[in-house]
């Protein structure tokens, strides 16, 4: 069974990194567009980051465009969310989400990602 599985969440103090790392089994998705999503408590989900397959082109959110870097290793079925700068407004658990429509474009709407991880948390301190 395909699965998403995201690690390296954390708590920080405001400045500081983490890396967030979401790995895939069961199948391949080095055909797809990846993306990291977060949830904070009483928030809706929201969109985060994207990577197509080929790791050609990006898509961040306004709020963490300069911070945080998405990466993604087919060979390894393994996307990365570098997260730099971290505000406490950046508190939140964040998600890894694949789009199975092979070698499509990034969207940004959470409807259209049918593969999701578990969470992994991440909170910044001020």
């Known amino acids: 069974q395909a699965q998403l599985v995201e690690s390296g969440g954390g708590w920080v103090q405001a400045g500081g990194s983490l890396r967030l790392s979401c790995g895939a089994s069961?199948?391949?998705?080095?055909?797809?567009?990846m993306g990291w999503f977060r949830q904070a408590p009483g928030k809706e989900r929201e969109f985060v980051a994207a990577?197509?397959?080929?790791?050609?082109?990006?898509d961040y959110a306004d709020s963490v465009k300069g911070r945080f870097t998405i990466s993604r290793v087919n060979a390894k079925n393994t996307v990365y969310l570098q997260m730099n700068s971290l505000k406490p407004e950046d508190t939140a658990v964040y998600y890894c989400?694949?789009?199975?429509?092979?070698?499509?474009?990034?969207?940004?709407?959470?409807?259209?990602?049918?593969?999701w991880g578990q969470g992994t948390q991440v909170t910044v301190s001020s």
């Open positions: 989400a694949a789009d199975s429509r092979p070698y499509a474009d990034i969207h940004r709407g959470t409807t259209v990602y049918n593969y």
């Open positions: 069961g199948r391949t998705f080095s055909n797809y567009v």
């Open positions: 990577i197509t397959w080929s790791g050609g082109s990006t």
